[in-house]
């Protein structure tokens, strides 16, 4: 049995063993159980929900809030865990709000438990992380290596970009670019063709700050290609990637990726070149893929229409150009993967699943990529249609998805030169 653990005033954990532990999928609370948990795994970080009060099991089965700590006194506060890369989240965290506070961070909050002394967190590991292990990433000489590339490119304003958000947003994809090495994502796009809910890069003012700042330039072919070119020659597993959370729809910018392209392999034959897309500006997207793109990853939260709008908010496209992107892609024998952003209590309904499972079968895509969406799960679900139906479970849906023949299941872009 998983007990309830909280956070109380005095900033210390407890574990609270006269409640169970308790999960969140859509709008319902469930017990934790050993399906959904594993260890705490090493780079997972313990965060709390801001105004969010803990809720547990009594041993009868009703489902309680924990509004004090009943040993140091003052509030108890709920937690979750924020993953490391490779785990894929089961279950969120299960705590009340007052509906006066404001939309939580764009964070994937997951939830923790604890038994026989351990910390589990509701999570299931998807994939194989050692490069993404963040103990390769803000190393000591980081700092160093970002000067040198500024240094060596002055003029060149996307390691410009990039250098901020390798040093202040810690991301991995840009730090990769200075280390040359594995993945390293370019930004070349400064609008979008959606409104997503949880964009990383834009939110309305009312709603919960992004994380980070969108690239404002349109960088030139030559300022691409100039990035492109030793990152892809820096040895085995080199892969660009276009479209990063920091920038917009990448085939937006379709005649700049087509030049830079173009440029890079009349120089260089060697690593892959990737671009993130949201796959709804078909055009362009598909003369990317005819310019010599190795691989593209198709970000999906739904294969049925009326939740990808929801939440995708398309400006001038439906989930029927991004079937016929994703199509073309196939057809011209690109590496294809959907990059799935999967939501406990959403992701895993029987229809969606369904759904999932038959776009995937239909289009032939190669690998699925799960991808934890971070948002706060009252400010999804309130714009999204009603008719929940029954769910089958994040690890369900895993297992269906591995059922598709020829399909792989993850978490990361493979290299394919």
Known sequence: ???????????QLYDYRSLRATGRTGDRFVELTEEDMEKLPAGA???????????????DGHFTTLEYNPWAGGRSWAFGALLPQGYTRTLLPSYIRSSQEKPLPLMGYTAVACRDGELYVAARRTDEPERWDPVHYDTADLPALVQDKLNSFPQNRIFNHLARCALEYHCFTAQNIFYGRWEGGIPVSPVCNARCLGCISLQPAECCPSPQARIKFNPTAEEVAEVMVPHLRSGEGAIISFGQGCEGEPALAAATV??????ARESTD????????????????TDICRAGLDAVRVSLISARQDTYEAYCRPRGYSLADVRRSITAA?????????????????????????????????TGVNL????????DPDLLFRHLPG???????????IE????????SVGNFSRPVR
């Open 258 to 263: 087509l030049k830079a392209i173009e440029s």
């Open 368 to 375: 699925v990529q799960l991808r934890n969406l971070n948002i």
């Open 400 to 407: 269906a998805l591995k059922e598709v023949p020829g399909l």
């Open 270 to 285: 060697r690593g892959t070149i990737n671009m993130n897309s949201n796959g709804g500006y078909t055009a362009g997207f």
């Open 45 to 59: 970080s313990l965060v709390m929900v801001p105004g969010g009060v803990p809720v547990g099991m009594t041993r």
């Open 330 to 362: 196939v057809s011209l024998g690109v590496y294809t993967s959907i990059n799935l952003l999967v939501f406990p209590g959403l992701t895993d309904r029987e229809v969606e699943v369904k759904a999932l499972v038959d776009f995937a079968r239909d």
């Open 387 to 397: 008719g929940a139906g029954e769910m089958i479970g994040i690890p369900g849906l």
């Open 1 to 11: 049995m998983y007990h309830l653990i909280f956070a109380g005033d005095d900033g």
